[in-house]
């Protein structure tokens, strides 16, 4: 049962995200929105929605090692794993949006530090909780004001915007549903081995739910809209630390093990900002540092791993 679970999870995941994708993109045609300002707000949330329901219900059930873990994780792999096969597909260039960037980078910086800052004995409070939920919504909302005032003559776009707009929430549905069946079924296939809540958290966990962000920007790529990609990313990171942490510790303020806060979340920071320097040097992440990405999710990942065992 477990392997059917995961099977069925990749293929809702395939087709979600193209849908989801295709949709969006031709929203943002037809409204003269950017599509990184789609990927940051539309896909974003769409993507984030596994990450929002596995972590807000693990912290119910008083998991708080598995809900932290599962967002920090995600965005680790977000950063690594999904921008490094987008990117290994096709050259990732982002031309003319260096404001933007530098906005998304330090509000993808900002709830890392909070965390640093407020959590670093273990202990995530509702203040704090708070705290991360409004730097998401200022994130949002400064987002909306500078799309609204950087609309582009509008479009033709194949069709009414309702039609997009409809395959873009079947698209997010269809991740969803993916996403949870994977993760269901790879859960009891981890647990059969005895494996940590903590590292099936960072690992399986953040895999599983970022599976949706890896599907929806591989499918960007390919359909060559590079700066969808990035801002799906980035957009998801935002959403996991500010509204998934926030909103699941808001709901049960709980410790967490620390080696997350004084590990993972400073490596997640740093991948950040090198990250974002690294664009914002020459607007673009080549093939080449593309599989750099690569092999450095695959070092964390076994880093994880042994220091769990």
Request: charged content about 10%.
């Amino acid at each position: 049962m477990p392997i059917v679970l995961v099977v069925v999870g990749i293929v809702f995941l395939g087709l979600g995200a193209s849908w989801l994708v295709d949709g969006a993109s031709r929203l943002a045609l037809r409204f003269g929105i950017s599509p990184m300002v789609v990927g940051l707000t539309v896909v974003g949330f769409g993507t984030s929605m596994p990450e929002f329901m596995v972590s807000v219900l693990a912290a119910g059930r008083g998991s708080g090692a598995l809900s932290v873990g599962n967002a920090v994780g995600s965005n680790v792999m977000n950063l690594l794993l999904v921008l490094g096969v987008a990117a290994v597909i096709r050259e990732i260039a982002i031309v003319g949006r260096q404001e933007e960037l530098i906005r998304n980078i330090i509000f993808g910086l900002l709830p890392a530090l909070a965390l640093m800052i407020c959590a670093w004995n273990g202990m995530i409070s509702r203040t704090l909780a708070v705290v991360l939920l409004a730097l998401f919504f200022v994130f949002l909302g400064v987002t909306l004001f500078k799309a609204r005032q950087g609309v582009t003559e509008r479009q033709e776009s194949g069709g009414p915007w309702l039609t997009h707009a409809t395959k873009a929430v079947v698209g997010m549905v269809g991740l969803a549903i993916g996403a949870e069946s994977l993760v269901r079924g790879g859960t009891v296939i981890a647990q059969d081995f005895g494996i940590s809540e903590a590292v099936i958290g960072l690992t399986l966990m953040a895999f599983g739910t970022s599976l949706p962000e890896l599907a929806a920007s591989v499918a960007a790529a390919l359909k060559g809209e590079s700066e969808m990609s990035v801002g799906n990313v980035l957009g998801s990171n935002v959403f996991n630390l500010g509204l998934v942490v926030g909103t699941a510790f808001l709901i049960r303020p709980s410790e967490v093990p620390v080696e997350i806060i004084r590990q993972d979340v400073p490596f997640l920071a740093t991948v950040t900002l090198v990250l974002g320097l690294g664009v914002m040097r020459n607007g673009k992440i080549s093939k080449l540092e593309g599989c750099g990405l690569l092999v450095a999710v695959a070092a964390y990942l076994a880093f994880v791993v042994v220091r769990g065992a």
